[in-house]
C-alpha cells in the first residue's frame, strides 16, 4: 500500500490514455487506477481473470487499485430522492442498466468485491453508495447507512477470498455522509473503527461542487488520521488539492484532469504570478494562436519527454491538425508535471520545507 504522497493517473479502460506503462514508469508514475464498472462490462472481469488478472493483462508492473464500480453505477442516474431511472437501490445492493447497450446488471457488495478479486489489483475499494448532489439530510442518512452495512459486507467477502485465493489484496473503507458534517464525522468514526488496510474519503456526493469536498475532508482528516492507516481521497487532483491535501496527511489521490486536459489541449505549467487567478494558474490552452511559432517547451525546465525534445510550436501544429502524437505528448507532459510536482512534495515533507514550497507554487499557505 502506498505510505506517501502519491499522485494516482486514472486508467478507466485498464490504460492511461495513449501511454503505454513503460512510458509510465520512466516519467515517475508508481500507480494508477483502474475502473471496475468498464472492465467489468468489457472485456469482463472473468475473461480479465483468466489472463491472469490486471498486471499481466497490461503488463503493469507498479501497484494498482479498482474502485469498487459505485462511483460510475450511482452516476448512472441524479436525483436527490434517490437513483433516477436507470439505478434501483435495494437493501442488497443496486440494479442498473449498461451504459453500452441497456442490458440490466446487478451489483451487491459480495459481487464487487468478487469482480475485483477476479481484476486482483493490489488495492480495492468496498462497495458504497455514492449520494447525489443536492440530498436531503433523510436521504443522506438512509444512504450512509446502508453504506455502513455494505462495508461489512464487502470487508468479509474480501477476507473470504483473500483466504480462498491465497491472495493478499489490501481493501480500502470509503467515509461517505454527503455534504453533512454529523453524518461525515459518523462515518469517518465507523470506518476508522474496522479493519480495513486502508481509508478512502468519498466525493460528497455525485456532482458537488469542490468547496463542498474540501469541507467534508476538513471534517473527517482528524478523525481518520487517529487509524494510522493510508488515506485516499477519491477522485481529487488538481494542483493545488497536492499541496493542500497531502500537506494534511493524506497518502493518496486520483484525478482524471491531467489527461482529460490533455486531449483538450490544456498543459500544465508554472506562471510563478502568486497573483494569478488559481482556477486558471496551473494551465494554458496549446492551440491559442500566440504558441504558433513558440519554439519553447510546454514548461522550461520541464524533464518530462515532451519538453526535452518538442516545443509549442510543434505541438501546436498536432493539435490544430488533430494528428494523435498531440495528445500522447501532451498527456506525457501533464503526468509528468503531477507525478514531479508530487515528489518534490514528498522531499519537502521529509525537510522541514514544505511551507515555503507551498507559497512558492500557490502564492498562500
Same mark, same amino acid.
Given at each position: 500500500m502506498l505510505s506517501q @504522497?502519491?499522485?494516482?493517473p486514472v486508467g478507466t479502460q485498464a490504460t492511461v490514455k495513449s501511454l503505454t506503462p513503460e512510458e509510465l514508469e520512466a516519467i515517475g508514475v508508481e500507480i494508477f487506477f483502474c475502473n471496475t464498472y468498464h472492465l467489468y462490462l468489457r472485456p469482463g472481469d472473468k475473461a480479465i481473470k483468466k489472463f491472469g488478472g490486471l498486471h499481466e493483462f497490461t503488463r503493469w508492473k507498479g501497484q494498482l487499485i479498482t474502485d469498487s464500480g459505485g462511483f460510475q453505477v450511482f452516476s448512472l442516474g441524479k436525483d436527490h430522492n434517490g437513483a433516477g431511472k436507470l439505478v434501483k437501490i435495494t437493501e442488497d445492493g443496486v440494479e442498473f442498466r449498461s451504459h453500452l447497450d441497456g442490458s440490466l446488471h446487478f451489483f451487491t457488495p459480495e459481487k464487487s468485491i468478487q469482480i475485483q478479486h477476479n481484476l486482483a489489483a493490489d488495492n480495492i475499494i468496498v462497495f458504497d453508495e455514492c /449520494? @447525489?448532489?443536492p440530498a436531503t439530510k433523510e436521504y443522506a442518512r438512509q444512504a450512509l447507512d446502508r453504506t455502513h452495512r455494505w462495508a461489512i459486507r464487502s470487508l468479509n467477502e474480501h477476507k473470504r477470498l483473500n483466504k480462498k485465493l491465497s491472495q493478499d489484496l489490501k481493501l480500502y473503507g470509503v467515509v461517505q455522509g454527503?455534504?453533512?458534517k454529523e453524518l461525515r464525522q459518523q462515518s469517518a468514526e465507523f470506518i476508522a473503527s474496522q479493519d480495513f488496510d486502508g481509508i478512502a474519503i468519498g466525493g460528497v456526493s455525485v456532482g458537488e461542487p469542490k468547496d463542498k469536498m474540501r469541507k467534508a475532508v476538513e471534517w473527517v482528516l482528524p478523525i481518520i488520521l487517529k487509524a494510522k492507516k493510508p488515506i485516499h481521497l477519491l477522485g481529487v487532483g488538481e494542483v493545488d488539492d497536492l499541496f493542500d491535501f497531502f500537506g494534511q496527511g493524506i497518502t493518496s489521490m486520483d484525478c482524471t484532469l491531467p489527461t482529460r486536459m490533455a486531449r483538450g489541449g490544456q498543459f500544465l505549467h508554472r506562471t510563478g504570478d502568486a497573483k494569478h487567478d488559481m482556477h486558471n494558474k496551473f494551465k494554458n490552452q496549446i492551440m491559442s494562436a500566440c504558441y504558433r511559432t513558440d519554439q519553447t517547451p510546454l514548461e522550461p525546465g520541464c524533464q518530462c519527454p515532451t519538453c526535452k525534445q518538442y516545443d509549442k510550436?510543434?505541438?501546436h501544429h498536432l493539435f490544430k491538425t488533430q494528428?494523435?502524437?498531440g495528445y500522447r505528448l501532451m498527456t506525457l507532459h501533464n503526468i509528468y508535471f503531477m507525478t514531479?510536482? /508530487?515528489q518534490l512534495i514528498r522531499d519537502?515533507?521529509?525537510n522541514g520545507t514544505f511551507n515555503q514550497l507551498k507559497k512558492d507554487w500557490l502564492g498562500r499557505l
Amino acid at each position: 500500500m502506498l505510505s506517501q @504522497p502519491t499522485f494516482v493517473p486514472v486508467g478507466t479502460q485498464a490504460t492511461v490514455k495513449s501511454l503505454t506503462p513503460e512510458e509510465l514508469e520512466a516519467i515517475g508514475v508508481e500507480i494508477f487506477f483502474c475502473n471496475t464498472y468498464h472492465l467489468y462490462l468489457r472485456p469482463g472481469d472473468k475473461a480479465i481473470k483468466k489472463f491472469g488478472g490486471l498486471h499481466e493483462f497490461t503488463r503493469w508492473k507498479g501497484q494498482l487499485i479498482t474502485d469498487s464500480g459505485g462511483f460510475q453505477v450511482f452516476s448512472l442516474g441524479k436525483d436527490h430522492n434517490g437513483a433516477g431511472k436507470l439505478v434501483k437501490i435495494t437493501e442488497d445492493g443496486v440494479e442498473f442498466r449498461s451504459h453500452l447497450d441497456g442490458s440490466l446488471h446487478f451489483f451487491t457488495p459480495e459481487k464487487s468485491i468478487q469482480i475485483q478479486h477476479n481484476l486482483a489489483a493490489d488495492n480495492i475499494i468496498v462497495f458504497d453508495e455514492c /449520494t @447525489p448532489y443536492p440530498a436531503t439530510k433523510e436521504y443522506a442518512r438512509q444512504a450512509l447507512d446502508r453504506t455502513h452495512r455494505w462495508a461489512i459486507r464487502s470487508l468479509n467477502e474480501h477476507k473470504r477470498l483473500n483466504k480462498k485465493l491465497s491472495q493478499d489484496l489490501k481493501l480500502y473503507g470509503v467515509v461517505q455522509g454527503s455534504y453533512y458534517k454529523e453524518l461525515r464525522q459518523q462515518s469517518a468514526e465507523f470506518i476508522a473503527s474496522q479493519d480495513f488496510d486502508g481509508i478512502a474519503i468519498g466525493g460528497v456526493s455525485v456532482g458537488e461542487p469542490k468547496d463542498k469536498m474540501r469541507k467534508a475532508v476538513e471534517w473527517v482528516l482528524p478523525i481518520i488520521l487517529k487509524a494510522k492507516k493510508p488515506i485516499h481521497l477519491l477522485g481529487v487532483g488538481e494542483v493545488d488539492d497536492l499541496f493542500d491535501f497531502f500537506g494534511q496527511g493524506i497518502t493518496s489521490m486520483d484525478c482524471t484532469l491531467p489527461t482529460r486536459m490533455a486531449r483538450g489541449g490544456q498543459f500544465l505549467h508554472r506562471t510563478g504570478d502568486a497573483k494569478h487567478d488559481m482556477h486558471n494558474k496551473f494551465k494554458n490552452q496549446i492551440m491559442s494562436a500566440c504558441y504558433r511559432t513558440d519554439q519553447t517547451p510546454l514548461e522550461p525546465g520541464c524533464q518530462c519527454p515532451t519538453c526535452k525534445q518538442y516545443d509549442k510550436a510543434y505541438i501546436h501544429h498536432l493539435f490544430k491538425t488533430q494528428e494523435l502524437l498531440g495528445y500522447r505528448l501532451m498527456t506525457l507532459h501533464n503526468i509528468y508535471f503531477m507525478t514531479h510536482a /508530487t515528489q518534490l512534495i514528498r522531499d519537502a515533507l521529509k525537510n522541514g520545507t514544505f511551507n515555503q514550497l507551498k507559497k512558492d507554487w500557490l502564492g498562500r499557505l
